[in-house]
């Protein structure tokens, strides 16, 4: 015999010795078990699936700090507690208890308790409850993940809303501040109306034009004081009617040679001016241009004048009637009057003369203060543009953050939250428990555990002290010889044995058989009794 | 009762005279009535044992009601090794040819004591050739197991037809082997004092080379108390998977010493490591 059949029939003996230690518990244990199980009705497993993918999300507004978003294996690490959340599950409950109370924390955890979460490769979940009527068990499944999804997109738009209601608050500042800006310009432009730079080239002209005109005033009160002296020697050399003397000049004559005179004396005084322009400045210079072409038309009038005192001659020897040398009387009437009108016209051009000077000088006063209202406006004109410059920005970003809380609210789940719900639950049609071999097994497992355990204790408490084998007393006995025989003709087995036998037997085979009976009604393998047909479970 | 006076010992009866003892009703083969025995054989007692039978040169047990011995007509080999090998070691111990007295003790009756002493008589009787007889004595007064089992239950009666009063001294068919029955007791709470049976072993052992001692129960007879004291070497007999460390121990006491072996009944040496 070699060591291991050796080995083999000890332990076969040990097992058999120690047969009912373990048969009778385990049998103790498998018939409720078994009773239980057939107890226990169908239920049903729904599941659905849900995808997973990383959202990125740009930042509405340049004020906003940075925000990291999560990689999808950081969110499947995740989503089975952002899955069983109170408001998610609260939403199960009506659906589960119709009468349970979704606020009850104990309500609530029995949910989550019944809740099945597995993750399915890197990028995706699913969630199943089991549930007697597979109905239900779907429409669970479907409102845990919908509120799941609804809450999850709630969670981000109040974000986003936070985000909007704070950048459109930084825009409704930033124009303010603008308006602001705006409304000191005004103001600034308001005050320094008259000395705004945009100002200095028309003042300067003005300048120029008024000078222009003050030479032109000038030259009509020095033409109308030069005419005056000829119109007084006119009147001195006019006879009057009925006295003897030469033929009196026409009136047109003496127009003529008025307009001549007066020509002369503009171009005269024009040429003054030119001279005393070209000492001060160059040929260049605007003032001195105009001086030259007044000079140019002065001559042409002059010439023309001319031509008109030759032509009025000529028609006046032409007409030489007496009618003409009556009217003398009117000539110097007419003299007079003109004498009166020369008179007044200097007055009214030195008057004009003396205005314009004044408005010139008025005139260089804004036009000297233009650079310190420059230098004020430069200071200005930054912080406008700077206002400006911030309240396009942030009405950029609150018009961005509008559109990012809009396309949270709208838009697609799998976009928005990074969850998709790829395939919903649908009622299942075979059940998916309860595990009744697993439940048989664990009663065996129990009843070999007790019967191992019973089996230590005895060992322990009871074996140890006993004197099994010449080895257990040896020590007991040093020197003495130690020798071991079987029970010489020994008779039959001792009765309390066979009772015990007999009862353990009876027991096991009550228990086994009760257990095959409960397992074979459930299974239709028997024909339940009457009694036991209402125990057995099944299908909801 | 212990603590009483204990009684004395009652001297065996004198072989002068001395009947044959019959066989009691119900007695096995192995333990038929001694034939007169021939005179060269005669004890100095004026004994006469039994002739051996084929049948008691078998290994013997008590039968389960406690009243037959019964024969092992071909004892197991390991049966018969652990019985030679303890024969040997109380040859070993008995050297020259100075009486030995080996008691049998157990620590509670049931243990196979009462077996284990006929096989160990059985044994060294079958050595007379060098060492003379063996006497077995039956020290337990109150279950009187070996006296029922070779005398029954009633009075031994003599060759005149007389009954005997117990104790006395018997030859059996076993090979070499006599029997001294357990006195009668006036009733059951008497005690033999050590001293008495110290003197009825020096008595005894002038006559036989070995007494072998069926001591009663250490732990369940104060009687096996006062035994365990008297005889000079230990016999243990136990039980496997019955007895216990503790009961060996308070068997033994401080007399550990004197322990020559211990059979350990039921259980295989092969297998004494399977636990």
Redo the contacts between chains.
């Keep these: 015999m070699s060591a291991l059949s050796a080995l083999v029939r000890r332990g076969l003996r040990s097992a058999w010795e120690r047969r009912w230690l373990f048969a009778v518990p385990v049998a103790t244990f498998l018939l409720p078990a078994a009773v239980w199980v057939v107890h226990l009705p169908d239920t049903y497993r729904a599941s659905a699936l849900v995808s997973v993918r990383q959202v990125i999300a740009a930042r509405p507004g340049g004020a906003l700090p940075t925000t990291q978003e999560w990689r999808p294996e950081q969110i499947l690490a995740t989503a089975r507690d952002r899955v069983l959340q109170t408001p998610n599950v609260a939403a199960v409950v009506p659906l589960l208890w119709p009468k349970g109370n979704p606020t009850d924390t104990y309500t609530l955890n029995a949910v989550r308790g019944k809740v099945l979460y597995d993750q399915v490769g890197d990028t995706r979940f699913a969630v199943s409850l089991e549930h007697p009527d597979p109905a239900l068990a779907a429409e669970a499944v479907n409102a845990l993940l919908d509120a799941f999804l609804h809450n999850e997109r709630e969670q981000k738009v109040r974000v986003a809303e936070g985000q909007r209601e704070f950048l459109e608050g930084e825009a409704r500042r930033a124009r303010e501040g603008y308006d602001r800006a705006l409304d000191a310009m005004e103001a600034f432009r308001k005050d320094h109306a008259d000395t705004m730079p945009d100002q200095k080239d028309s003042i300067t002209a003005e300048l120029h034009r008024i000078e222009q005109e003050v030479r032109e005033r000038e030259n009509d009160a020095q033409r109308s004081r030069m005419l005056v002296p000829e119109v007084d020697k006119m009147l001195r050399t006019t006879v009057p009617s009925g006295t003897a003397g030469g033929a009196p000049p026409t009136p047109d004559e003496v127009v003529a040679q008025l307009k001549v005179t007066s020509a002369q004396a503009a171009l005269d005084q024009a040429k003054k001016t030119l001279a005393e322009l070209r000492l001060r400045y160059t040929e260049k210079n605007d003032a001195v241009k105009s001086a030259v072409l007044q000079v140019s038309l002065l001559e042409k009038d002059v010439d023309t004048a001319k031509v008109g005192l030759e032509a009025a001659r000529r028609r006046a020897d032409a007409d030489a009637s007496s009618r003409r040398r009556t009217d003398s009387e009117g000539l110097l009437a007419y003299l007079r009057q003109w004498r009166e009108s020369l008179l007044g016209e200097e007055e009214r051009a030195r008057a004009a003369v003396t205005e314009l000077r004044a408005r010139s000088e008025r005139l260089a006063a804004r036009l000297a203060e233009i650079p310190s209202t420059d230098d004020q406006l430069r200071k200005l004109k930054p912080a406008l543009e700077s206002a400006y410059q911030a309240s396009l920005r942030a009405e950029d970003a609150a018009r961005n953050a509008r559109a990012a809380a809009e396309f949270l609210r709208n838009g697609d789940t799998g976009d928005t939250i990074g969850f998709t719900l790829e395939s919903r639950a649908v009622p299942p049609v075979q059940p998916s428990g309860p595990g009744r071999m697993r439940y048989l097994a664990t009663a065996v497992a129990f009843g070999l555990a007790l019967g191992y355990g019973l089996h230590v204790l005895r060992r322990r408490y009871v074996d140890d002290d006993l004197v099994a084998s010449p080895a257990d007393i040896a020590d007991l006995v040093p020197g003495a010889l130690v020798v071991a025989v079987p029970l010489v003709g020994e008779g039959p087995a001792p009765r309390r044995g066979v009772v015990v036998d007999w009862a353990c037997a009876a027991w096991v085979a009550l228990c086994l058989g009760g257990a095959l009976f409960a397992l074979g009604a459930h299974k239709g393998w028997v024909e339940a009794p009457a009694w036991f047909r209402p125990w057995l479970g099944g299908r909801a | 009762m212990i603590g009483e006076e204990p009684r004395d010992v009652p001297a065996p009866a004198s072989h002068e005279g001395r009947p044959v003892v019959p066989p009691p009703p119900g007695m096995p083969d192995v333990g038929a009535p001694a034939p007169t025995p021939p005179a060269e054989v005669a004890t100095p007692y004026g004994l006469v044992p039994s002739q051996p039978s084929s049948s008691a040169a078998a ?3 008590v ?2 009601d406690g009243a037959r011995l ?3 007509p071909q ?2 080999r ?2 018969a ?3 030679l ?2 024969t040997a ?1 109380v040859l070993i111990e008995s050297p020259g040819e100075a009486s030995r007295v080996v008691g049998v003790v157990s620590a509670h009756e049931g243990e ?1 004591r009462t ?1 284990a002493a006929v ?1 160990l008589a059985v044994c060294l009787g079958r050595a007379k050739g060098r060492r003379g007889r063996v006497l077995l004595v039956d020290g337990d007064a109150r279950r009187r197991g070996l006296t029922r089992l070779f005398c029954g239950t009633g009075p031994v009666a003599g060759p005149d037809g007389a009954p005997v009063p117990h104790p006395t001294l018997i030859g059996t068919a076993l090979e070499g082997v006599d029997l001294m029955t357990a006195p009668d007791l006036d009733d059951g709470l008497t005690v033999s004092t050590p001293a008495a049976w110290v003197h009825t072993f020096r008595e005894l052992g002038a006559l036989y080379p070995h007494l072998v001692v069926d001591c009663p129960a250490v732990l369940d007879d104060p009687e096996g108390l006062v035994l365990r004291e008297c005889v000079e070497r230990i016999v ?1 007999v ?9 009961a ?2 308070r068997t ?1 006491g401080s007399l ?2 004197r ?11 092969a ?5």
Excluded: C
């Design positions: 290994l013997l047990a039968s389960t019964v024969a092992t004892p197991d390991v049966t090794d652990g019985y090998r303890m070691r196979g077996a096989n243990l136990v039980k496997a998977g019955e007895t216990t460390r503790t060996v121990t033994l550990s010493g322990v020559l072996g211990v059979i350990v009944q039921g259980a295989h040496a297998d004494g490591g399977w636990r």
